[in-house]
């Protein structure tokens, strides 16, 4: 089983920056996406950053130019660098991975962390 654990976030002013960075333990053969989505009060969980195996990176609208990913990919780690933050970037942030746990197919996993709260004071 994998788990991932986040650390990071806290409360900043608007123009501030923050990290969140995020850990993947288990039994992983490789993991294929990991990133970050976050979910507002009242509002549905969306894409914030992932990064693929491959390298290359997604992000959401609001968010680029401001923020950025990286992943160590023999730690199973993946970081997100937050500048520039908004009072609408304040939500629970959560680590999302998928990837497969062994060579075997269908030994595939998708897992989400538990979340950190990220506040954005105006």
């Known amino acids: 089983q994998v788990q991932l654990v986040e650390s990071g976030g806290g409360l900043v002013q608007a123009g501030g920056s923050l990290s969140v960075s995020c850990a993947a333990s288990g039994t992983i053969f490789r993991i294929v996406s990991m990133g970050w989505y976050r979910q507002a009060p009242g509002k549905q969980r969306e894409l914030v950053a992932v990064?693929?195996?491959?390298?290359?990176?997604e992000y959401a609208d609001s968010v680029k130019g401001r923020f950025t990913i990286s992943r160590i990919y023999a730690q199973n780690t993946v970081d997100l660098q937050m500048n520039s933050l908004e009072p609408e970037d304040t939500a629970v942030y959560y680590c999302?991975?998928?990837?497969?746990?062994?060579?075997?197919?269908?030994?595939?996993?998708?897992?989400w962390g538990r979340g950190t709260q990220v506040t954005v004071s105006s």
């Open positions: 990064r693929t195996s491959g390298g290359s990176s």
């Open positions: 999302y991975a998928r990837g497969y746990e062994t060579r075997l197919v269908g030994s595939t996993f998708e897992e």
